[in-house]
Nanobody, 124 residues
């Protein structure tokens, strides 16, 4: 079992930056990777970024590519989502999730474990 806890959500002005953290614990040896998703009110949960657990390869949605960066700390127990040049459309609850069955997964149903989310609000 993998446990995920997001943190770092806050309010930020357009053009600002924010770093979200996902603390990962449990049986990480069985993980293929960590994904970040977001869900705005009235919208479907949207893929944001993926990090391969073993290869440290990344994948991003078109909406955040070039602005967001997913990374992992040296202890490999925290995954970050760095957002730069934030936009109002980035406003959402952000979730980290772990997949044990899929690589490069972009669908929520491909993920086995989820955090409870952290709110990000981008407004003037």
């Amino acid at each position: 079992q993998v446990h995920l806890v997001e943190s770092g959500g806050d309010s930020v002005q357009p053009g600002g930056s924010l770093r979200l953290s996902c603390a990962v614990s449990g049986h990480t040896s069985s993980m293929y990777g960590i994904g970040w998703f977001r869900q705005a009110p009235g919208k479907e949960r949207e893929f944001v970024a993926f990090l391969s657990w073993t290869g440290s390869s990344t994948r991003y949605s078109d909406s955040v590519k070039g602005r967001f960066t997913i990374s992992r700390d040296s202890a490999q127990n925290t995954v970050y989502l760095q957002g730069d040049n934030m936009e109002p459309d980035d406003t959402a609850v952000y979730y980290c999730a772990a997949t044990e069955t899929s690589l490069w997964a972009t669908r929520p149903r491909d993920y086995d474990y989820w955090g409870r989310g952290t709110q990000v609000t981008v407004s003037s």
